[in-house]
């Protein structure tokens, strides 16, 4: 049987962090499973962001002007 408390160690979440609650097992379980892990989410916004910053510099060195996020 699948414990919550390993799920939240898989994702990297603090102790407790859902397993804590007072909450059936399989409440808590569906919280995890529609939950974002944190390391992934950080990763994908830093990679997001270089992308913006590759964009904006590509059109600021074809326009010569300043670029803009718009």
């Given at each position: 049987?699948?414990?919550?408390?390993?799920?939240?160690?898989?994702?990297?979440?603090?102790?407790?962090?859902?397993?804590?609650?007072?909450?059936?097992?399989?409440?808590?379980?569906r919280a995890l499973g529609n939950g974002?892990?944190?390391?992934?989410?950080?990763?994908?916004?830093?990679?997001?962001?270089?992308?913006?910053?590759?964009?904006?510099?590509?059109?600021?060195?074809?326009?010569?002007?300043?670029?803009?996020?718009?």
């Amino acid at each position: 049987m699948l414990a919550s408390a390993f799920v939240e160690h898989l994702m990297g979440l603090p102790q407790g962090w859902i397993s804590d609650l007072p909450l059936p097992r399989t409440a808590k379980l569906r919280a995890l499973g529609n939950g974002v892990v944190p390391a992934q989410a950080a990763y994908a916004v830093s990679l997001m962001l270089t992308d913006l910053a590759a964009l904006l510099a590509d059109r600021y060195s074809q326009d010569g002007r300043k670029a803009t996020a718009a």
